[in-house]
């Protein structure tokens, strides 16, 4: 079974970058099988779908980060990184990493168990 | 942009009742494949969400049978036919279909127990 585990700095700068890592185990992130994602979620708020990297390194992003998100995989480390820039208050969230299927479209079958980012100085 | 609206967004509900929640999009989710490019989601309290439903209308493994999907399009129904304890959480749907790809979640339902 497929795990993953979110890392990265709890408290980041504002106007600095945000760098996090998922790191999967039960599954090679260069098998084919997923594409490997980012949501995250404001403190009380709904979910938010970031993006998301095949094992090709082809990615998809929401519109509404305007250029700010990266998301890039490292095969010989079996794990993925997201990396969003400028980052203000608003971008103060728990951050998901998860994997979706690719047989199922929508179908995010696992879920890191997140990692709260605080942007303040 | 595919806007996903809930309803309702809060839900008491007594256990061993059954429970339903609507999800409408404001476009059509339906692939030329045949499959509706819909899920749903719950996030229990303090945890991360978990996928019930795929496709419109898949149970994803392990999930009781007691939750179902349906719909067609752009309107789509979650059922629970009876309510446990252990339901209690936010419920989102999601959307699978916008081009360029984006994905884009519901508000979120609030289940809890009378």
């Known amino acids: 079974q497929v795990q993953l585990q979110e890392s990265g700095p709890g408290l980041v700068k504002p106007s600095q970058t945000l760098s996090l890592t998922c790191t999967v185990s039960?599954?090679?992130?260069?098998?084919?099988?997923?594409?490997w994602t980012w949501i995250r979620q404001p403190a009380g708020k709904g979910l938010e779908w970031l993006g998301r990297?095949?094992?090709?390194?082809?990615?998809n992003y929401n519109p509404s980060l305007r250029s700010r998100a990266t998301i890039s995989l490292d095969t010989s480390k079996n794990h993925f990184s997201l990396n969003l820039s400028s980052v203000t208050a608003a971008d103060t969230a728990i951050y998901y990493c998860?994997?979706?299927?690719?047989?199922?479209?929508?179908?995010?079958?696992?879920w890191g168990q997140g990692t709260l980012v605080t942007v303040s100085s | 942009d595919i806007v996903m609206t809930q309803s309702p967004l809060s839900l008491p509900v007594t256990p061993g009742e059954p429970a339903s929640i609507s999800c409408r999009s404001s476009q059509s989710l339906l692939h030329r494949n045949g499959h509706n490019y819909l899920g749903w989601y719950l996030q229990k309290p303090g945890q991360s969400p978990q996928v019930l439903i795929y496709?419109?209308?898949n149970r994803a493994s392990g999930v009781p049978d007691r939750f179902s999907g349906s719909g067609s399009g752009t309107d789509f129904t979650l059922k629970i036919s009876r309510v446990e304890a252990e339901d209690v959480g936010v419920y989102y749907c999601m959307q699978a279909l916008q081009t360029p790809l984006m994905y884009s979640f519901g508000q979120g339902t609030k289940l809890e127990i009378k």
């Open positions: 496709l419109g209308s």
């Open positions: 039960g599954g090679s992130i260069g098998s084919g099988s997923y594409y």
């Open positions: 998860a994997s979706e299927a690719m047989t199922a479209p929508g179908k995010l079958d696992y």
């Open positions: 990297i095949y094992s090709n390194g082809g990615t």
